[in-house]
Each structure stands twice: as structure tokens, then as C-alpha cells.
């Protein structure tokens, strides 16, 4: 089984270091896993169409399972393993961990320095079934299936609700118990929240109905978009 790691990636000046880390981190822990960056190329960095890039170039590259990670985010080893496997086995979408801790800029600062300790950051991580997105899992036949992270959501925001709600009604989902750090950055571009929160309704609205989400989903790229108008 070939495993790989996905990120949609924009170098910026204030991320950087927290990329570094987490590309450091897994390349570490797992020597043999293949790294694929994703970046649109468009004025304003669109999330989704980076995360698609970066999912075709390791589904190019031959991966069985590739873990979508944000360029901040770091789960547990025991996490990543048994997210690729649970994934590849029962082919359905894995978010890898249940416990987060949203790391302050002083806490970044010592993994980026030193690495994850995981005892360390044990007082502030937190049980959120809300949180859907920053590791998930998925096959070349669950992404192709539910087509992909949706283009349509400009900026940051909702993107990751509504994918984990389309591969849940579509191909179904699981929830790992584990846990993850996301490390300190600035403000993302949520300029576009309202558009976005209209266009995440629409996938609220098919939660549990396979055949209206599957057309939903079916607009999802950008190319798809073009050739309609």
C-alpha cells in the first residue's frame, strides 16, 4: 500500500515555518511517504483547487491512500497508520484524529522548534466532533467518487464540512479517536463566508440523500463550471 501526504500549499512568509515543521515531522516518522503540493493558480489562493491539485498528483504518482493534511495541522503516528488503513480497508473517508489543541503562538513556536510533545500540549487539547478537517483520509476512488474538494467555495471557509458531508452521505465516513495540533498562524481570507455558508446549506439540505448529493458534488471543479456558462 502506497501511502501519501497532500496539501494544498501557497508559500507565505508568516506559515512557512509551521509548513516546514509538518512536513518534517511525518517525513521523520514515516521516511518512505511521498509529499504532493497543490497551489491554483489564481490571485486569491482558492483552498479546494489547490487540495484537488495536490490529490491528482499523488493519484498520478501511484498512492493507495493519501492523507490530506493542512500545512499546520500534525496528528498522532498511531493516527496516520490506522487512518490509512481503515481507509484503504473499508473505503471510507477518515478524519484522523477527535482531540485538538489549537497551539498559541508561544507553543508553536517549540514544536516548530523541537517537535510535538504530545504530554506537553495534554492540558489543552479538546474533544471536537466538529472538527472535520486539517488530516483526513481518502482513496483514489473516495475522492473521484464524491469529485473532490468544491471549487466554488472562494477563500477559506466551509470547504471541509461540506466534503466530509458529501463522502459521509456518498461513501461514508469515520472518525478517528486521536489527537492533533494546529499551529499558530494568522487570519485566513474569510471574505467570501456568507457565499460560502449559502453554498454549504446546499450540502446541509442532502445530508443523508446519496442521489441529490452525488448531483450536487457533480459541479464541483472550476473546468466544470466554465463549460456550463
Known amino acids: 500500500m502506497k501511502i501519501g501526504i497532500a496539501m494544498g500549499w501557497r508559500p507565505q512568509p508568516t506559515r512557512i515555518y509551521a509548513w516546514q515543521a509538518v512536513c518534517s515531522h511525518y517525513a521523520k516518522?514515516?521516511?518512505?511517504?511521498?509529499?504532493?503540493?497543490?497551489?491554483?493558480?489564481?490571485?486569491?489562493?482558492?483552498?479546494?483547487?489547490?487540495?484537488?491539485?495536490?490529490?491528482?498528483?499523488?493519484?498520478?504518482?501511484?498512492?493507495?491512500?493519501?492523507?490530506?493534511?493542512?500545512?499546520?495541522?500534525?496528528?498522532?503516528?498511531?493516527?496516520?497508520?490506522?487512518?490509512?488503513?481503515?481507509?484503504?480497508?473499508?473505503?471510507?473517508?477518515?478524519?484522523?484524529?477527535?482531540?485538538?489543541?489549537?497551539?498559541?503562538?508561544?507553543?508553536?513556536?517549540?514544536?516548530?522548534?523541537?517537535?510535538?510533545?504530545?504530554?506537553?500540549?495534554?492540558?489543552?487539547?479538546?474533544?471536537?466532533?466538529?472538527?472535520?478537517?486539517?488530516?483526513?483520509?481518502?482513496?483514489?476512488?473516495?475522492?473521484?467518487?464524491?469529485?473532490?474538494w468544491d471549487e466554488r467555495f472562494k477563500n477559506w471557509g466551509y470547504e471541509d464540512k461540506a466534503i466530509y458531508l458529501a463522502a459521509s452521505t456518498i461513501m461514508g465516513s469515520v472518525k478517528l479517536k486521536g489527537k492533533a495540533v494546529a499551529l499558530h498562524h494568522l487570519d485566513r481570507n474569510k471574505s467570501d463566508q456568507q457565499k460560502n455558508a449559502n453554498l454549504y446549506f446546499q450540502y446541509e439540505i442532502r445530508d443523508g440523500q446519496r442521489k441529490e448529493m452525488i448531483e450536487l458534488v457533480a459541479g464541483n471543479k472550476i473546468e466544470t463550471q466554465v463549460k456550463a456558462a
Do not use: H
Not at 493558480?41 to 489547490?50: D, H, R, V
Not at 495536490?54 to 490530506?68: L, N, R, S, T
Not at 510533545?117 to 466538529?130: F, G, H, P, R
Open 29 to 148: 516518522e514515516f521516511p518512505d511517504v511521498e509529499f504532493f503540493m497543490g497551489d491554483y493558480p489564481s490571485q486569491e489562493y482558492n483552498y479546494s483547487a489547490s487540495r484537488n491539485i495536490a490529490m491528482d498528483k499523488a493519484i498520478e504518482a501511484g498512492c493507495d491512500v493519501v492523507m490530506m493534511s493542512d500545512a499546520d495541522f500534525i496528528i498522532e503516528t498511531a493516527s496516520f497508520i490506522e487512518g490509512a488503513m481503515t481507509c484503504y480497508k473499508d473505503q471510507k473517508f477518515v478524519v484522523g484524529y477527535d482531540q485538538l489543541c489549537l497551539a498559541e503562538e508561544e507553543m508553536s513556536k517549540r514544536i516548530v522548534e523541537n517537535g510535538v510533545n504530545w504530554k506537553m500540549i495534554a492540558s489543552q487539547i479538546e474533544v471536537n466532533d466538529l472538527n472535520v478537517g486539517g488530516a483526513v483520509f481518502l482513496t483514489p476512488l473516495i475522492y473521484q467518487t464524491i469529485n473532490g
